[in-house]
Structure formats: structure tokens, C-alpha cells
């Protein structure tokens, strides 16, 4: 088992990376002996990991409490946010008691900000079961729900007790989930490693194939890469924000097409491709790099297109953007591989063309 | 005008009490310049003092965007906070932009709430325009809306840039919420400060005559009370939890009978004739100062005898009580005028009994 550090001032917590940790008391022990404790998750995941999940909180001396939502990104709203914060009055969790947050990003975000929000705040921990979850969305403590207008706009910034990130849950992730979950691990090297950018063209057909090994050291090195941003600026006032690379795009692409139809992973995928378009037509990024990130993606099995969407709709789409500053869109661009930024100050048209030569 | 200052470390603010406050351009100014703000106010308070905020925000460089709310207690819920998100949604509002809270606790937890989730927070201002908002809800940083198994159950502690406590807005307040505000100035006093239930005793007719130098002197001293609780346990993990005084039977009856039905106020000024009935007889209050808290309430003109309900809905209701812990229920006690404790061993009988000598 790999423990990656987010060294947060006060509220330090590990992420724990391994085979057949979902199971393991020992994990949960030091956070819910003696505890209620709603593990929250969907009818796709339950099946697979609520009794072992159960029973392992059970052993560690707390009382599990099943919370089930539906599965996709349409049940991450209101609704199933108040059917959650329902169940939790209906057994009759206390403050003192926690959350598990059992599933992929959806379960994460949602369950984290029903802790967040449940009587003012409780505790929770995340125990992500896809790779996207487990290298990106578990860490760092951003929790929201979608609204209409514009995915994650409404949430907090609650940070887990803890991690368990069991990559034996990746033996039953569907393909097309485990390459939106490589489109995180893309990004984090793109906009912070290029060692990382490096060794992920020399392992990406090992990733697909689900080699263990492989597998294990993208998610350590994915999450100590955010852990060090997270670290630095846990809401996001300033440099976290280049973690949102690609997600300008991509907000618009998820949102443009309908929640859920396009996973989150392939739209930053996209959303990557037209960033670093918009880089190098910015004359900040040179061509040859912005071409590794996009076959770098290509090879991962990620779309490199977007979908049929007007340019004037992606650009209303954006303005909903959270980085969006005094009505203004600001984007992350890449200098370099390894190095990225905000940029308040992108021309209109340059944003158009992008957009334009990734359809 | 008088400045009550909230000395949270990081983050102190402050409170301004005085007339005329709510158009003096100056108090904006610091947090709103060059910002876009949401004013959110309901339909009885938009009439009296929106274009006022309005044009002192104007004033200060801001670009005030209205966002009427519907008056009262069943507006505090998903729907409403929905509708204030979508209206900043709507309006372009970004993470650079702020919320003013402009009317009574109902308005002030609400938008407050809003603001703690609004693309994951964004700061806020509360202009309190009654004297239960002015003394106790739009003091400390806890937003919420009710749920139907309880109230404030979805919430965060998220604390204002300032509270604007204009005095002149309590000349159109009616008598009954005046008096409501009165009870919140009461168990301020109860639970912290001897003195001032003696100052109230002398005083109680001047303010219920709306004495304006009566009036800043109570909303002051309940400023100040709170503000050094708040400051010292600013999320309820101790102390701060003797302000909820009466608050547990006070929120058993707002929900037994329906919100809005009673206001907040009366059902906490009930409430304490219960929880000093309970001190009293847990034995470890005198009889006589149950008794003064009691004639306190009366003379403000506030209830002291509960609505018609089963003293078993009364429990059932307060199962739900944040303050429970491990499923059993928690109260807090006076021991003294100005002093009160959390007490987690009383016996269930003695709360029967409460409950039926104040109905």
C-alpha cells in the first residue's frame, strides 16, 4: 500500500493507495469506532462493494447505514441531495456521526456536500471505486451539485478525513470509464510533471491494458502532484486554479450536449486538446508540444473532437465558468509541458478558432 | 453609532449598530467596490428599503442586482435557495462578486446559505432589518434552511464581511416580532449576563415601547454576548452551545405546529419557560430564578405555555435536536441567571414533566 500526504495546515490526511483496501477495518478504525455512519452510494456500485464496505466498518466498530442514489451525472442535483440529507435525518445521524462516500466522482461530490452541508457539517470519507475518483475527484476536498446553468455551481470545499483509493475496484470499471479517468492523469502531468508527461507515453498501452503496477504508480503520482497544489491553496484563490486545465472546454462540452452523455474525463480530454490549441494560437505553447498532449490523448482512446455545438455556444456556455472574473473568461494555458497558468487577457477570436479546429 | 467587533481569528468583522444605517454608502464601500452584488430581499422589506441599498451600493461602486425572495418561514427552504442560485446564475454573478442579505433570519440564513455554497462560497453581508436578526441570527456565520424532518438540518457556518444593524428599520417592524427579537435579547442574558436580565427587568416597557436608546443599548449588549461566544467556539463544538437555550423544545414546537406558524421568538421564549422549568427541576436551578425568567418572558408579552401537542411528539420532534449525540438527547441547563452548561443525563421523565407544567 502507497499513503500520499495532503499536507493541509491542521487537518493533514493520507490517501491510501493498494489492492483490497475497501475491506480493510484497519482504515476505517482511527476515524468511526463507535460512530453512525451512512455509507452513501449507487445502485451500480452497492452490488459490488456495500457488504464488504459494511462489514469492514462494522469490524471497526461503527454502524453502517446504507444511503443509495441512482447511478450517471443526472443524480447529482438537488433532488437527490435532499432524498440523501432524508435518509440521514431518518436514521437519525447526529453531528457526531460520518460519511462514506462509496463510488465514483457523482458519489464523491455529491455524498462530500451533503457532509458538508448535513446540520452545518460532518466528517466524511472518501472511497472513490473509479480511476477518475480516485486521481482527481477525492482529492482535495471540492464537493458540489450541478445545476442547470452550469455544472458544480453550487458546493463547498469540505475536505475528507481520508482516502482509500482500492485499485482492485478498477477490475470492474468499463473501459470507456477507466480512459476518462487516464484523461485526469494526463492532466496532472501535462500541467505540472513533464517527467510524468514522459513516462506516460512510454506506459499509456499499459494503463489500458489495467496492468496493477502501472496502474498504481499513475494514481500515486497523480494524487501527489494535486496533493502539492492542494497544499498550497486549498480554495483555490490562486495556483490550484491550473488544475482546471481543459475544463473551461470541458464544462461547456458536458453541459452543451446534456449531463451524462459525454463522460467528465472525455470532455476534459477535449477540452484539453482546444486549450492547448488555444496556447500555441496564443504563441505561448509551442506547436510540437500542444501535438504530444493531443496524441497523447488520442492514443488513451479519448475523443479529440468536439461535438456539434456553434462556437457562440460554447462561449455562452463558458461565461458560467467559476474562473469567469468581472464578466471576463480567463483560461488555464500551457507554456510549456510541465507549466501552466491563468490567462485573463485571451482574444475572443484566438477562443473561436480553437474551438473551431478540434470539430 | 455604536461597532460590536467579532474577533474571529483571520477573519474579525464587524457589527455596526445605529439609525439610519442601511443607505450610508460608507459601510459598503470597503467590501463592494467594483463588484457586482446580489441584494436578496423578500416582497415586504423590497418596498421599504431595496432602492435605499441599492443606491448606497451604487454609490460605493457597486452593480446591485435585485433578487426578491417570498416573505416568511416556508420560504427557507430547496426551492427558494434554487431560485436565489439560479438568479445569480442568471445574472453572471462570479466568485468575485458578493450577496447582501437584506431583511429578517429567515432572509439572512437563506442568502447567507446561498453565499456559502454559491460556486463553492462567495462573501456576503447581512443588513438585518429585525430585532431577531439584528441580535442573535445575522451575528456568528450559521446559515441554513429548514427540511421537513427538521429546522436549520442543511446549513454551514460561513461568516459575513459585516452586519448592518440600522435601528430606524425596527420602526416598521410589527409588535409581534418585536417582541419575538425581545426573546432572543432575553436568553442572551439568561445564559450569559446577570446584569443585563436585571437591566432588562428595569427596561423591558422602554423597549417594548421602542425607546430607541433602550433599543441600541439591548441589540448592542446581545452583540456583544454573542460575539465573545462566537469568537471563542466559533463552530458549536462547545461553548457556543448554551445559546441554543430553550431552542430545543423551542424547536419542537416551530415544527409541531408547522413553521411560521409560531415565530422563532416565541417559540424560543416557551422554550426557555420549559428549559428553566426542567434546570429547576433537575435540581439544580433555584425555583426562584425560574421563575424571574419566566415573568421576563411574560412581560415582554411573549408566550409561556406551549401549543397542544403530545409530550411523545414533543421527544419525537427533538430526536432530531443537532445537539444529540449517540442518539440520546442533550440539553442545555441554567444553573444560574447568567450561567448555563450542556447536559447530556437527563432523565426522560423530568422532560415529560417540563413540557406538561408549561402547557
Keep these: 500500500m502507497q499513503v500520499v500526504s495532503v499536507a493541509l495546515a ?8 493498494g489492492a483490497n483496501l475497501l475491506g480493510d477495518a484497519h482504515l476505517y ?58 435518509a440521514l435525518l431518518a436514521a437519525r445521524l447526529g453531528r ?34 473509479t480511476l477518475l475518483a480516485q486521481v482527481d475527484s477525492s482529492v482535495g476536498g471540492k464537493t458540489a451539485i450541478n445545476h442547470a446553468r452550469g455544472k458544480n455551481m453550487v458546493g463547498a470545499f469540505h475536505q475528507p478525513l481520508a ?71 486549498e480554495r483555490e484563490s490562486g495556483r490550484r486554479a491550473i488544475l482546471n486545465f481543459g475544463h473551461t472546454f470541458g464544462h461547456a462540452i458536458e453541459a452543451g450536449v446534456g449531463y451524462g452523455k459525454w463522460l467528465h474525463g472525455e470532455a476534459v480530454a477535449t477540452g484539453m486538446v482546444m486549450a492547448a490549441e488555444l496556447s500555441t494560437r496564443a504563441g505561448i505553447l509551442r506547436r510540437e508540444d500542444a501535438e504530444r498532449v493531443k496524441a497523447l490523448i488520442t492514443r488513451a482512446g479519448l475523443p479529440v473532437q468536439g461535438p456539434m455545438l456553434s462556437t457562440e455556444r460554447y462561449l455562452e456556455l463558458m461565461q458560467v465558468d467559476k474562473k469567469a472574473a468581472g464578466g471576463k473568461l480567463r483560461f488555464i494555458l500551457l507554456e510549456a509541458l510541465g507549466r501552466a497558468a491563468l490567462h485573463g487577457d485571451v482574444a475572443p477570436a484566438l477562443v473561436r478558432d480553437s474551438i473551431a479546429a478540434a470539430q
Excluded at 33 to 39: D, E, L, N, T
Excluded at 40 to 61: E, I, K, M, S
Excluded at 109 to 116: I, N, P, T
Design 29 to 86: 478504525a482511527p476515524h468511526v469506532a463507535g460512530k453512525r455512519v451512512a455509507v452513501v452510494t449507487n445502485d451500480v456500485v452497492a452490488p459490488l462493494y456495500l457488504d464488504r464496505v459494511q462489514q469492514a466498518l462494522a469490524h471497526a466498530g461503527a454502524r453502517p447505514v446504507p444511503v443509495l442514489i441512482d447511478d450517471g451525472e443526472r443524480a447529482k442535483g438537488w433532488q437527490t441531495l435532499d432524498r440523501v440529507i432524508e
Design 163 to 233: 482516502v482509500i483509493a482500492d485499485v482492485s475496484a478498477l477490475d470492474s470499471l468499463p473501459d470507456r470509464e477507466l480512459r476518462a479517468g487516464i484523461a485526469e492523469v494526463i492532466k496532472h502531468g501535462v500541467v505540472l510533471d513533464p517527467q510524468f508527461v514522459a513516462w506516460l507515453e512510454a506506459n499509456i498501452d499499459a494503463l489500458l491494458a489495467r496492468d496493477r503496477a502501472a496502474l498504481e504508480h499513475a494514481i500515486q503520482r497523480s494524487c501527489e502532484l494535486k496533493a502539492q497544489i492542494v497544499a498550497a491553496d
Design 96 to 129: 457526531d456521526s460520518l460519511i462514506v462516500a462509496l463510488g465514483g466522482g457523482v458519489v464523491g461530490d455529491l455524498a462530500g456536500f451533503a457532509a458538508a452541508v448535513y446540520q452545518r457539517g460532518i466528517p466524511f470519507i472518501q472511497a472513490p471505486t
Design 10 to 17: 491542521g487537518r493533514p490526511y493520507s490517501i491510501h493507495i
